[in-house]
């Protein structure tokens, strides 16, 4: 009869195996997606003077998307600014006089005050005027236009959805069982069915928590290098190789 701990061994072994034969039968479905995407929204209410993109169009970081026409802005600062000239001429008048105690305290804070909000209205009106383009945040690609030339928006309104062709992620749903063995950085194989290609990968990150009705866990991996054929949305089977099996009959003689 067989030692106990050399039983248990040789069931941790046959385990193994059978994950192993689990992991290379049952295909598993991934989904691509890029890391970084967005739906970039108007700051502002106003009419749209330039739509410099369109669908599937590249862009780089920094590159003007679409401008809006803000010639009312532009007004709205210029009075700003010489509102708060003459508030401080004001209040340099002021500070003279208060010298020769020729005007009261009183007078002075509130010619102080008046320097003061005629700076924040200004503030406001330059925040809103760099609002009156869209500039990308990342290098990458236009996933969808959602507005046209010449199109009055209100404020919040979608006006594209990009994403960042240089960085995908596999996700995938895979039995929870399998964390005996998945780790991070576990490599992996995917086929594309759009591609028909296979690409190396590994696994990046798996989720911290397991669905206990499907008994199931959500796994994210990337792709090794970078190919400039995918494209979010793609599909396809993930392979895995066999778990390594660990030696546990020689370690328990």
């Excluded at 208060?98 to 007078?107: G, H, P, Q, T, Y």
């Excluded at 959500?218 to 390594?244: C, E, R, T, Y």
Aim: charged share 25%; hydrophobic share 40%; glycine share 4%.
């Amino acid at each position: 009869m067989l030692a106990r701990p050399l039983l248990l061994a040789l069931m941790m072994t046959f385990a193994d195996r059978a994950l192993a034969q689990e992991a290379e039968q049952e295909p598993i479905r991934v989904q691509l997606s890029a890391v970084h995407q967005t739906t970039l929204s108007s700051g502002i209410a106003a009419r749209i003077t330039s739509l410099a993109v369109k669908e599937g169009d590249r862009f780089k970081q920094g590159q003007v998307l679409l401008s809006f026409d803000c010639a009312v802005l532009k007004e709205k600062l210029n009075y700003a600014s010489a509102s708060e000239q003459a508030a401080r001429k004001k209040l340099a008048i002021a500070n003279r006089l208060d010298k020769l105690n020729s005007i009261s305290i009183s007078e002075v804070e509130q010619t102080r005050s008046a320097v003061s909000m005629a700076q924040a209205e200004s503030g406001v009106n330059r925040a809103m005027l760099e609002r009156c383009t869209i500039k990308a945040p990342f290098s990458g690609r236009v996933t969808e236009t959602l507005v046209r030339n010449w199109e009055t928006v209100p404020e919040g309104k979608p006006l594209l959805t990009i994403y960042d062709d240089s960085a995908f992620e596999l996700e995938m749903i895979v039995p929870s069982r399998w964390l005996r063995w998945l780790r991070a950085d576990s490599p992996f194989s995917v086929t594309l069915d759009e591609t028909g290609q296979r690409y190396p990968a590994k696994i990046s990150r798996l989720s911290s928590a397991v669905d206990a009705v499907s008994q199931s866990v959500k796994v994210f991996g990337q792709i090794d290098g970078h190919d400039n054929g995918l494209l979010p949305g793609m599909s396809g089977v993930a392979h895995f190789d066999a778990p390594a099996s660990q030696d546990t009959t020689a370690n328990a003689q």
